[in-house]
Every structure is written in C-alpha cells, then in structure tokens.
C-alpha cells in the first residue's frame, strides 16, 4: 500500500512539473510574439511619419540648401536654416555669428549627416557647395574661442548666474518694503487693500446680523429652497458664522437633497448638522426660502405628455 501511494505521489508530481512547464512555454510564446507585435506597431508608425520625407524639401529653390546648425556650447538648435550654395565659407561664418554669436574668426564648420561627420569647411575662400551640402545636412559649430560666454554653459545654465539674496530679517528692517507699507495700511484699514479705491470695499463690509436668522431659526426642519441653483433641502442650523468659523455675520445650514454642496455639516472639526457628504450648504438668510419645496423626483420631467411616444 505504501509503494502505491509513493508512486501515485510521483506520478502527480510529474504531471504538475509538466504542465507549469507547458505554461511556462506559452507564456514565453506569448511574450514574443506581443513584442513582434509592438516592434511592427513602431515600425509601422515611424514609416508613417517618415512617408513624406523625401518632399520635405521640395519646395526650396535651386542653388538652395536648408540645414539644420547647431553649435558645440549650446543645447539651442536652428533647424532648416536656408544657405546659398555660391556663399563662401567666410559668408556663412558671418551669417551663422548671427545665431550662435561666436565670432567668425573663432568659428570652425564641421558637416554631418545623421550624426556622422562627412568633412570640416575649413577654407574660407571656397563656396558652400564645394563641400557637397545638401538640404537635410548638419552644419555643426565648435567655438574656438577660450574666452567665449557660451563656454560651459555660460548662456544657458542660469544656475551659474549669481543672484542677490536677502533674508527675512533684512527685509523687516526695510523700513519702505512693501511689507511692512501692508502692515501699516492694514492697521489703519483691516479691509485696505492693494486694488484701486473704487474696488477696496468689501464684499462683506456689513453682514447680516441676528435679526436675519431670526424667522428660520423656528423652521429648523422645514423644507425649503436655496439660491444660486434652486437646490432644495431641509434648513438644519442656523448661528453666527465667527462663532462656528463660516465667516463673519450669521448664515444657515441646508441639509440638500442632492450631493450639490460641500461637506458633511462639519466646519473647521465642529458638528453643526448631520448630513451626507456634499449635501451640506452654508448660505446667507437671503439665500434661502422656506415653504412647499418637496423633493424633486428625476423621474418626474419624463411623466409629462409632451415626453410620451
């Protein structure tokens, strides 16, 4: 019995080992033929955007070349810069000074082609179509200038540029620094502000007082119906907002049907109501008016007669 058992034992262990490695197998198979998939996707899309090349250049008149220049101590480009074939090298040196700002006596031209370097125009005498230039070439700049600004990043690494810091401290002792003018203009004014005279006013300047709530603080759970939107809901709370942490004056709380308002009824980590998320909405006594408002029923726009087949 126990060498029929042992033997069972292996014989599922064999099975087990070669189906993990059938899996393994199609897995792998997979695997290749997924990336196959995606290198022939790539493939596909580079000769889509390159199915045009070769008329990109068709349109440049004759005797004409357009180039892209690039120089040795700039990550700047000039992409399809167009040169005169019958310009002399020393011609295009003070053309491309215009660019790359290296003077022409520093300058010396290397061609490329896709990253390979076909020749270096180094005669100033000969034209630019001695050198065999055609329209899609790289005319490479190297400064030879030892004192050139553009070295190691001279004109383009605003890291190397000492800049002016002051500290805090500093700046408080200033007695015409623009903070410490806030701070005093706030002291005579708390609404001052930076606007013109015509803007300064507060939106708020005077907030409704008690009086206001006083009618829907004894309609705590009436329905009611609250601007801007004609969102209804039940009044819930009513107080004064620096109490609470709203804001200044007195505003009531609407516990909305619909999830059309912010929070749960709590403000600043206080309860004031119970309610879902975003059902809850704070507005001003004006905002809100208490009567027959019943929930609104989505299904109710399509019971009309006019919606009916």
């Known amino acids: 019995v126990a060498s029929c058992q042992g033997s069972g034992r292996k014989n599922r262990i064999t099975v087990f080992n070669n189906s ?7 897995l792998f198979h997979n695997r290749k033929q997924t990336c196959k998939m995606a290198a022939l996707d790539m493939n596909t899309l580079h000769q889509y955007v390159r199915m045009e090349d070769h008329l990109q250049f068709q349109g440049i008149a004759e005797g004409t070349v357009s180039v892209l220049v690039t120089h040795s101590n700039l990550e700047q480009q000039w992409p399809e810069i167009r040169l005169d074939l019958h310009c002399t090298i020393a011609a295009i040196k003070d053309r491309l000074y215009l660019h790359g700002g290296t003077g022409a006596g520093f300058q010396r031209l290397v061609l490329k082609q896709d990253g390979q370097t076909l020749c270096v125009m180094d005669d100033d005498t000969k034209m630019l179509g001695y050198y065999g230039v055609t329209s899609g070439m790289n005319i490479h700049i190297v400064d030879m200038d030892p004192h050139s600004y553009s070295k190691d990043g001279g004109l383009e690494n605003v890291n190397l540029v000492e800049k002016y810091v002051m500290s805090d401290e500093d700046y408080e002792k200033r007695e015409n620094a623009l ?4 701070k ?8 001052w502000t930076f606007l013109p005279e015509n803007r300064r006013e507060p939106k708020n300047k005077n907030p409704p007082g008690p009086d206001s709530v006083k009618v829907i603080s004894g309609q705590i759970g009436e329905r009611c119906q609250i601007q801007p939107g004609s969102r209804r ?6 107080g004064c907002g620096e109490e609470s942490g709203i804001g200044n004056g007195y505003w009531v709380g609407v516990m909305l049907d619909e999830p059309l308002g912010k929070g749960n009824g709590t403000v600043k980590g206080t ?3 119970e309610c879902g998320d975003n059902h809850a909405s704070f507005v001003r006594p004006d905002k809100v008016e208490v009567g027959d408002f019943p929930e609104r029923d989505p299904l109710d726009e399509l019971s ?6």
Not at 304 to 309: I, P, V, Y
């Open 20 to 26: 993990f490695e059938s899996f393994n197998n199609l």
């Open 179 to 182: 903070r410490n003018y806030k």
């Open 184 to 191: 005093k203009m706030r002291e005579k004014d708390p609404y």
């Open 233 to 238: 809901g039940v009044v819930a709370w009513t």
């Open 271 to 273: 309860k004031l109501f």
């Open 304 to 309: 009309s007669d006019e919606d009916e087949l």
